[in-house]
């Protein structure tokens, strides 16, 4: 079992930065792949980012590439999502989910575990 929590979200103007956490429980958290994901109010849940259990391979969707960075501490459970150049179609809950997967990282379907979600809102 691996529970998830997340933390950073809130309110930031267009262009700035916001830096999420998720802190897992368990003594396995090393072992999993981790992944961020997005929902924004009346879409469906979106991938966002995503890296390998040891923090060497990292995954991003197309429209937050080269502005948001995925990264984790294994020694603090916990794996974080920086996020600058922030936009107003970034504003949604913004979920951290764990997978013992290797493969299919950007699909939500192959996660084990969901945090409960921290809300980003940008404001332009």
């Known amino acids: 079992q691996v529970q998830l929590v997340e933390s950073g979200g809130g309110l930031v103007q267009a262009g700035g930065s916001l830096r999420l956490s998720c802190a897992a429980s368990g003594r396995t958290f090393s072992s999993y792949a981790m992944g961020w994901f997005r929902q924004a109010p009346g879409k469906e849940r979106e991938f966002v980012a995503a890296?390998?259990?040891?923090?060497?391979?990292?995954y991003y969707a197309d429209s937050v590439k080269g502005r948001f960075t995925i990264s984790r501490d294994n020694a603090k459970n916990t794996v974080y999502l920086q996020m600058n150049s922030l936009t107003p179609e970034d504003t949604a809950v913004y979920y951290c989910?764990?997978?013992?997967?290797?493969?299919?990282?950007?699909?939500?379907?192959?996660?084990?575990?969901w945090g409960q979600g921290t809300q980003v809102t940008v404001s332009s």
């Open positions: 989910a764990a997978t013992r997967g290797l493969a299919y990282l950007r699909d939500s379907a192959f996660y084990d575990y």
């Open positions: 890296i390998s259990w040891s923090g060497g391979s990292t």
